[in-house]
């Protein structure tokens, strides 16, 4: 294979979600699925067939050829069927004792089409409602679980999603509904080294049956073992279900869960989204195009009420406060941040109908968001927010007030308060360590260290009162912080 068949094998492998799972996880996921010689075994994805290659009575789907022909020689034993997996899902007869693999992990801008409308459709049908942005895994696993015989098993990879992922709870809900016992294990250690998703596992026992509770162990790396592990908590399903059926809570103590309920629940706390509504900045469809430097907008002479200084990127923040010395630093420095703002009229200044119809204005106006609005050049959705907040950010989530009137592009949240009396309040209030730790939990890992924020999750934010919060034990919540940071690997090399 040449280097360019190589890398392109390699990216329609990344596309299909193909990273086959490490040896000792296969066999120990295996040897616990599997109890006897007779039983018959599915992977649904089985990829080069390292799970089928160990147990003789094995089928194996794969809709990579290669994939099921280098399968169907290291398990030549085995039944492969070479397709996609919904397709033949939704009209075999056959059932399973047990199923074990790891499933593809292609998100929803990816897994489009035919496949997903299958698998959507047949979930659908067995009782799983996924909404368009679930990623394959999930579905693949119910899907799978529907196969299985009355007191079947299945244990799987599964991404670190399952612990938050809004697409992970229609998931859960049918094992719960489907399963004894449903047991996740959550190994901080990456199981794939060269993946940038964390991957933990998932033990499904007594298929037909149905559980009130969930299993959930915490393991700092993978060892392998015939079984899962012997110590485990029990999650009453109602429990999971009131943390918005989310597993990633419980990686804390269960004293620092039962703390950040209990201010979650006092009357005198808010959530943010209670307090200021928090959005997306705006879209300008051409960034280069639509912010000018101080230099551009004088040269060509663009009056300055049209130009409105911007927070193009959320790097170039300040800690806290954004104010006229830090944009007048700016200024000086030539930085790009003056947005062109016109109005949705079609008389335009002479000076900006020359800039529009330059080379950067013709290119511009091609752009897909500029080319679905009227009139192209009139950027949308322009806002004075009160704060900025970083939505991807290393430590923790910065909240910076706009003292200096900018605006920003969705490269930052923008924070509008309903009641500008407590600017003050959550100003203070926002690096303390139980909001801290609201973000943490309210929030979820991106891979790389980074925590995320949509705008829904920041709605969520708890906000105690100053009372509450100057009663909080201060070292049991910087250690709740430090271990949801670990699980998501921030600060590690
Ligand atoms: C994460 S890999 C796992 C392979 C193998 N089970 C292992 O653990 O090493 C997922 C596999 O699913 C395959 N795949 C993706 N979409 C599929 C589909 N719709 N039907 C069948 N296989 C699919 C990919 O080609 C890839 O080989």
């Not at 003789?56 to 069927?81: F, Y």
């Not at 990623?135 to 009355?150: C, I």
């Not at 990879?157 to 047991?183: N, R, T």
């Not at 009139?375 to 923790?396: E, H, K, N």
Request: proline share 7%; hydrophobic share 40%; aromatic share 10%.
């Amino acid at each position: 294979m040449s280097g360019v068949q190589r890398a392109q094998r390699l990216a329609s492998r990344k596309e299909a979600g193909a990273y086959y799972t490490p040896d000792p996880v296969a066999a120990s996921l295996l040897s616990w699925a599997v109890h006897t010689a007779g039983d018959r075994m599915l992977d649904p994805s089985c990829g080069d067939g390292r799970f089928i290659r160990g147990h003789r009575n094995s089928v194996g789907i794969e809709q990579d050829p290669q994939a099921a022909l280098q399968a169907m020689t290291v398990a030549p034993w085995a039944l492969i069927h070479e397709g996609d997996f919904f397709a033949w899902a939704s009209n075999t007869e056959e059932r399973f004792d047990c199923a074990a693999g790891n499933p593809p992990f292609i998100r929803y801008q990816t897994f489009k089409g035919a496949v997903r409308d299958r698998a959507l459709n047949l979930c659908a049908r067995l009782g799983a409602r996924f909404s368009g942005l679930a990623s394959s895994w999930a579905p693949f696993l119910v899907a799978t679980a529907s196969l299985l015989r009355p007191g079947g098993r299945m244990a799987f990879v599964v991404p670190a999603e399952i612990g938050h992922a809004p697409y992970a709870s229609p998931l859960l809900e049918y094992l719960i509904e489907h399963f004894d016992i449903v047991h996740v294990v959550a190994v901080r250690k990456k199981l794939f080294p060269d993946l940038s998703e964390d991957c933990w596992l998932l033990y499904a026992d007594g298929f037909g049956g149905s559980t009130t509770e969930l299993r959930f162990t915490t393991v700092e790396r993978f060892s392998a073992s015939k079984r899962p592990p012997r110590t485990f908590e029990r999650i009453a399903v109602a429990e999971w279900r009131s943390w918005k059926r989310r597993l990633r809570p419980f990686l804390m103590p269960r004293a620092a869960r039962e703390l950040y309920r209990l201010v979650a629940d006092d009357t005198t706390s808010h959530r943010f989204g209670d307090l200021a509504s928090i959005g997306i900045g705006y879209v300008s469809g051409a960034n280069d195009f639509f912010h000018l430097r101080p230099s551009l907008a004088e040269k060509l002479g663009i009056p300055s009420q049209l130009l409105h200084p911007t927070v193009r990127n959320g790097r170039s923040l300040p800690p806290k406060l954004l104010n006229a010395s830090v944009v007048n630093k700016w200024v000086r420095d030539d930085e790009p941040i003056y947005l062109l703002r016109l109005p949705k009229t079609p008389d335009v200044p002479a000076p900006v109908r020359k800039y529009l119809d330059t080379e950067e204005g013709w290119t511009a106006r091609e752009a897909y968001k500029c080319r679905v609005r009227t009139p192209w050049y009139s950027v949308p959705d322009v806002q004075i927010p009160d704060f900025f907040l970083t939505y991807m950010s290393g430590r923790a989530a910065g909240l910076v007030r706009n003292s200096a009137g900018c605006t920003c592009t969705n490269s930052v949240h923008s924070v509008r308060l309903r009641d500008k009396r407590i600017l003050g309040q959550l100003y203070d209030l926002w690096d303390t360590p139980f909001v801290q730790l609201s973000c943490e939990l309210e929030g979820h890992p991106l891979g790389g260290g980074m925590l995320k924020l949509e705008p829904r999750e920041a709605t969520e934010i708890v906000l105690p009162s100053p009372m509450l919060l100057a009663e909080l034990p201060g070292i049991a919540l910087e250690d709740a912080i430090g271990t949801m940071q670990s699980w998501r690997h921030y600060g590690e090399a």
